[in-house]
Antibody, heavy 121, light 113 residues
Framework: EVQLVESGGGLVQPGGSLRLSCAAS????????MSWIRQTPGKGLEWVSA????????YYADSVKGRFTISRDNSENTLYLQMNSLRAEDTALYYC??????????????WGQGTLVTVSS | DIVMTQSPDSLAVSLGERATINCKSS????????????LAWFQQKPGQPPKLLIY???TRESGVPDRFSGSGSGTDFTLTISSLQAEDVAVYYC?????????FGPGTKVDIK
């Protein structure tokens, strides 16, 4: 059974940093692309970033480019999102999501339960 | 960026009746080299993450009831629930994964009339 468990969310001041983690199990982690997708009541679902199975390709939304870094440790079956220079508009529930294939262009087929990030002073 | 729009914003359907949700992309999501539409449909119930229903615009995910079907190509797509059940009350989203950023529609809320 595929399981994706996010952690690392919390309250942070504007300009601060957080590192989100997603522990994956139930599938061969290195064979699948992974993504971070966030959700807010006001802006709905917003794709944030994706990384291919081999980590050879990474993609970012313009809203986070230069501030967020996606990475993965295939030996530990873990996906990360390093978030720097956080802004109030980054406040959201952050989901870890698995793709159906190695390419980031494969459809997302599983989502974690999410971890809440709140950016506020 | 590809802009995804959905209609209607919400709809209420009687149990056992058909529900139809439309999704439109601002540019094609049909990849000509493999003839696949990079369009997925998700269902989200309150307090839960989204769940994949349909991918490649018309392929039902394993375990999804066959009352859910997807159709369309290019820029216009439809999700149909042929006979609405109480457990189908949810918000439904379309998403294109043809080009980054992989954008979502705003969602359509389905309720029971």
């Amino acid at each position: 059974e595929v399981q994706l468990v996010e952690s690392g969310g919390g309250l942070v001041q504007p300009g601060g940093s957080l590192r989100l983690s997603c522990a994956a199990s139930g599938f061969t982690f290195s064979s699948y692309a992974m993504s971070w997708i966030r959700q807010t009541p006001g802006k709905g679902l917003e794709w944030v970033s994706a990384i291919s199975g081999s980590a050879g390709s990474t993609y970012y939304a313009d809203s986070v480019k230069g501030r967020f870094t996606i990475s993965r440790d295939n030996s530990e079956n873990t996906l990360y999102l390093q978030m720097n220079s956080l802004r109030a508009e980054d406040t959201a529930l952050y989901y870890c999501a698995k793709s159906a294939g190695n390419s980031c262009y494969s459809p997302v087929d599983y989502w974690g339960q999410g971890t809440l990030v709140t950016v506020s002073s | 960026d590809i802009v995804m729009t959905q209609s209607p914003d919400s709809l209420a359907v009687s149990l056992g009746e058909r529900a139809t949700i439309n999704c439109k992309s601002s540019q094609t999501v049909l990849y000509s080299s493999n003839n696949k539409n990079y369009l997925a449909w998700f269902q989200q119930k309150p307090g839960q993450p989204p769940k994949l229903l349909i991918y490649w615009a018309s392929t039902r995910e394993s375990g999804v009831p066959d009352r859910f079907s997807g159709s369309g190509s290019g820029t216009d797509f439809t999700l149909t629930i042929s006979s609405l059940q109480a457990e189908d009350v949810a918000v439904y989203y379309c998403q294109q994964h043809y080009s980054t950023p992989f954008t979502f529609g705003p969602g359509t809320k389905v309720d029971i009339k």
